[in-house]
């Protein structure tokens, strides 16, 4: 007799296993299972099957981190293992604004501008209105006639405040916050003796148990269900306990996270008291965007929960391996994008003793000094003693592709047509996962597939790529740069000896526009690197051997060279574009290098397939696209 499988997901295979089974069986040879009412005796019996084998297989999935689906459960299993998953956090702005006072006015000493609402700002007819709070007063002196509010940060989102009664006699004491969404940077926690009591005494948010001293004014938090947090509160051991009914005051920020970022054009609508108490309603300047809303983030996805919450684990509180560093960097410093960190030892001299970490921010490419600084301060507390930590910045390796698409005209209704369809598929593959990162890799062969499958009337393609740097220069000032690829240069054109060209700039001593040229050694792994003009007839004129080119590395080196301007400029930024045609198709981003394919800068054209168009079947006029970019007709770059 056949056994029956239990463990089967589907409805339709268990009801089949269980006739397969009663067939089996003597007493029901050549009976009819479907055309009986023993089919619905059947249906339950697999229905019931199918329901206890889905629930038993959900609860063997949900108990490890890696399988499990459901928020909750991932939370919970993290939590197992120190991890707390980031919070919303609230978009940032700043505003600058003036109070004015008349002549003749009696004038006060200082004006106030209350915690809570400050301004609403609408970024198109008919949406929604966004409100932007600070979460504490702020005081400025009168000089003068004007009271000055400066670089005002402000937050998205509105200020909830709750109080809770602890009763530790109750089923469930646990003091639980009312809502989701909350920014729990902007948690402000008082307790009070009773619901008679007046003040109370502020409580510090923190994450480390070694932080809560006996009888400290500390708490912690944790999420739960539903995307709420709970406030755990000591036991006067670690951090002081709570007593049978105190109240606890709650104040924060409520935000709509990553969907407040991008606002810009304020509108006032605080409230300003002066040193008396007396409302403010006149004088009060429209309000200037110094900066608009950035750093909103969503609540921590449980895809991340799971990727960093291992990774937390493992460091254990402290960085001595490179990985370390990547998974602790993001809970200190939550901007951070894409985070590597290396070994010096990996360096070619090595650094032995210091750690590189590179980092991206969400909102720009390069963090801010200040950003570098805190960082490097907060860092410190995990770093093993003697190792020299260091903030660099990310470098960009842009990839640009020429492609010449072969189509067939009647399967389309024009070349324009299809360059728009390869440029959105290409757009697409450059917001993938494959690239964007540090450690990715532009696979040659994707795109030229994604190329060919754009649409049925594409009959081949002829891509080339190059790899392009963008060196943000110092003007008038003598400076060395390092320009590294990463990847080996192909050497193209051994006689005319451009292997690389650049954006046009002026260098101390030379008159006009110059550009870089190479010229590779005999054994071609190195060269020299120089700068020249363009003559009349587009000749090149050599002017001065500026530095030296290693192929095999992928590396420029530019020494003592004194850059007064640039062609090009990047957020304002002088900078001069390198670009290389690589040794192998497939670029990859290591270390410090953060890939990205530019279609922007790509060259996409269509091209008549004049063969299976039928316009030339011998293929006497067919014309073929070089596989290799051509850079010795192509001296420098627009």
Same mark, same amino acid.
């Given at each position: 007799?056949?056994?029956?499988?239990?463990?089967?997901?589907?409805?339709?295979?268990?009801?089949?296993?269980?006739?397969?089974?009663?067939?089996? +069986?003597? *007493?029901?040879?050549?009976?009819?299972?479907?055309?009986?009412?023993?089919?619905?005796?059947?249906?339950?019996?697999?229905?019931?099957?199918?329901?206890? /084998?889905?629930?038993?297989?959900?609860?063997?999935?949900?108990?490890?981190?890696?399988?499990?689906?459901?928020?909750?459960?991932?939370?919970?299993?993290?939590?197992?293992?120190?991890?707390?998953?980031?919070?919303?956090?609230?978009?940032?702005?700043?505003?600058?604004?003036? #109070?004015?006072?008349? %002549?003749?006015?009696?004038?006060?000493?200082?004006?106030?501008?209350?915690?809570?609402?400050?301004?609403?700002?609408?970024?198109?007819? &008919?949406?929604?209105?966004? =409100?932007?709070?600070?979460?504490?007063?702020? =005081?400025?002196?009168?000089?003068?006639?004007?009271?000055?509010?400066?670089?005002?940060?402000?937050?998205?989102?509105?200020?909830?405040?709750?109080?809770?009664?602890?009763?530790?006699?109750?089923?469930?004491?646990?003091?639980?916050?009312?809502?989701?969404?909350?920014?729990?940077?902007?948690?402000?926690?008082?307790?009070?003796?009773?619901? $008679?009591?007046?003040?109370?005494?502020?409580?510090?948010?923190?994450?480390?148990?070694? %932080?809560?001293?006996?009888?400290?004014?500390?708490?912690?938090?944790? %999420?739960? @269900?539903?995307?709420?947090?709970?406030?755990?509160?000591?036991?006067?051991?670690?951090?002081?306990?709570?007593?049978?009914? +105190?109240?606890?005051?709650?104040?924060?920020?409520?935000?709509?996270?990553?969907?407040?970022?991008?606002?810009?054009?304020?509108?006032?609508?605080?409230?300003?008291?002066?040193?008396?108490?007396?409302?403010? *309603?006149?004088?009060?300047?429209?309000?200037? $965007?110094?900066?608009?809303?950035?750093?909103?983030?969503?609540?921590?996805?449980?895809? /991340?929960?799971?990727?960093?919450?291992?990774?937390?684990?493992?460091?254990?509180?402290?960085?001595?391996?490179?990985?370390?560093?990547?998974?602790?960097?993001?809970?200190?410093?939550?901007?951070?994008?894409?985070?590597?960190?290396?070994?010096?030892?990996?360096?070619?001299?090595?650094?032995?003793?210091?750690?590189?970490?590179?980092?991206?921010?969400?909102?720009?490419?390069?963090? $801010?000094?200040?950003?570098? !600084?805190?960082?490097?301060?907060?860092?410190?507390?995990?770093?093993?003693?003697?190792?020299?930590? @260091?903030?660099?910045?990310?470098?960009?390796?842009?990839?640009?592709?020429?492609?010449?698409?072969?189509?067939?005209?009647?399967?389309?209704?024009?070349?324009?047509?299809?360059?728009?369809?390869? =440029?959105?598929?290409?757009?697409?593959?450059?917001?993938?996962?494959?690239?964007?990162?540090?450690?990715?890799?532009?696979?040659?062969?994707? #795109?030229?597939?994604?190329?060919?499958?754009?649409?049925?009337? #594409?009959?081949?393609?002829? *891509?080339?790529? @190059?790899?392009?740097?963008?060196?943000?220069?110092?003007?008038?000032?003598?400076?060395?740069?390092?320009?590294?690829?990463?990847?080996?240069?192909?050497?193209?054109?051994? @006689?005319?000896?451009?292997?690389?060209?650049?954006? &046009?700039?002026?260098?101390?001593?030379?008159?006009?526009?110059?550009?870089?040229?190479?010229?590779?050694?005999?054994?071609?792994?190195?060269?020299?690197?120089?700068?020249?003009?363009? =003559?009349?007839?587009?000749?090149?004129?050599?002017?001065?051997?500026?530095?030296?080119?290693?192929?095999?590395?992928?590396?420029?080196?530019?020494?003592?060279?004194?850059?007064?301007?640039?062609?090009?400029?990047?957020?304002?930024?002088?900078?001069?574009?390198?670009?290389? /045609?690589?040794?192998? +198709?497939?670029?990859?981003?290591?270390?410090?290098?953060?890939?990205?394919?530019?279609?922007?800068?790509?060259?996409?054209?269509?091209?008549?397939?004049?063969?299976?168009?039928?316009?030339?079947?011998?293929?006497?006029?067919?014309?073929?696209?070089?596989?290799?970019?051509?850079?010795?007709?192509?001296?420098? !770059?627009?």
């Amino acid at each position: 007799m056949s056994l029956i499988n239990f463990s089967n997901l589907d409805f339709t295979q268990i009801k089949k296993s269980i006739i397969d089974h009663l067939k089996s +069986n003597s *007493t029901f040879t050549d009976y009819d299972f479907e055309g009986s009412n023993l089919s619905v005796l059947i249906d339950t019996l697999a229905y019931n099957t199918y329901i206890a /084998s889905f629930n038993a297989n959900m609860v063997s999935n949900e108990v490890f981190i890696d399988s499990a689906t459901l928020r909750e459960n991932v939370v919970s299993l993290a939590r197992n293992i120190g991890y707390v998953p980031r919070p919303k956090r609230a978009a940032r702005a700043a505003i600058s604004f003036i #109070v004015s006072f008349g %002549e003749f006015e009696t004038k006060p000493v200082s004006v106030t501008l209350k915690k809570g609402l400050v301004a609403v700002s609408q970024s198109n007819p &008919g949406s929604t209105t966004s =409100t932007f709070v600070i979460t504490d007063d702020i =005081t400025v002196p009168v000089v003068g006639n004007t009271a000055l509010f400066a670089d005002t940060e402000i937050l998205e989102g509105v200020i909830v405040e709750e109080s809770h009664t602890y009763d530790p006699d109750v089923r469930d004491p646990r003091i639980i916050l009312n809502n989701p969404n909350v920014d729990t940077t902007s948690l402000s926690v008082k307790v009070r003796k009773s619901s $008679t009591s007046t003040g109370g005494d502020s409580f510090k948010l923190i994450n480390n148990l070694f %932080e809560a001293k006996e009888n400290a004014n500390v708490f912690f938090i944790q %999420e739960v @269900q539903d995307q709420r947090y709970e406030l755990i509160f000591g036991d006067n051991i670690f951090g002081k306990a709570l007593e049978s009914g +105190n109240i606890v005051d709650v104040s924060y920020v409520m935000s709509r996270g990553a969907a407040g970022n991008g606002i810009r054009g304020f509108s006032f609508a605080g409230n300003i008291v002066d040193n008396d108490g007396a409302v403010i *309603t006149e004088g009060i300047s429209p309000l200037e $965007t110094i900066a608009p809303s950035i750093f909103g983030e969503d609540i921590e996805s449980i895809d /991340s929960i799971k990727k960093y919450s291992t990774k937390v684990y493992q460091a254990q509180s402290r960085a001595v391996t490179a990985n370390d560093y990547e998974a602790i960097v993001p809970t200190i410093y939550p901007e951070a994008e894409i985070v590597s960190a290396y070994g010096g030892e990996t360096l070619d001299p090595p650094e032995y003793g210091k750690v590189f970490i590179a980092i991206k921010p969400k909102y720009s490419q390069f963090m $801010t000094d200040l950003d570098k !600084r805190n960082l490097i301060t907060n860092i410190r507390s995990y770093a093993v003693t003697g190792v020299d930590v @260091q903030i660099v910045d990310m470098k960009f390796l842009f990839i640009e592709v020429e492609s010449q698409v072969y189509f067939d005209p009647a399967k389309i209704s024009s070349a324009s047509a299809l360059q728009s369809l390869v =440029t959105d598929n290409l757009n697409s593959y450059a917001k993938s996962a494959e690239m964007n990162g540090v450690g990715t890799r532009f696979k040659y062969s994707r #795109v030229s597939n994604l190329i060919d499958n754009t649409h049925r009337s #594409v009959e081949s393609n002829i *891509t080339n790529v @190059q790899m392009r740097r963008d060196i943000v220069t110092t003007t008038n000032a003598t400076a060395t740069y390092e320009i590294c690829f990463g990847n080996p240069i192909r050497i193209l054109h051994e @006689q005319r000896n451009y292997n690389i060209r650049s954006s &046009g700039f002026t260098i101390d001593g030379i008159e006009g526009t110059v550009y870089l040229g190479d010229v590779p050694s005999d054994d071609a792994n190195v060269g020299k690197v120089f700068v020249f003009r363009l =003559t009349g007839n587009n000749d090149t004129q050599i002017q001065r051997e500026v530095g030296t080119i290693d192929y095999i590395k992928g590396e420029i080196m530019l020494f003592n060279i004194q850059i007064e301007s640039t062609v090009k400029n990047l957020n304002g930024s002088p900078v001069i574009e390198i670009s290389a /045609s690589p040794e192998s +198709n497939d670029i990859i981003g290591l270390q410090d290098l953060y890939l990205q394919l530019d279609v922007s800068k790509s060259d996409i054209n269509a091209v008549v397939d004049r063969i299976s168009s039928g316009s030339d079947l011998s293929g006497a006029t067919y014309i073929r696209s070089s596989s290799y970019f051509d850079f010795a007709e192509n001296l420098i !770059r627009n």
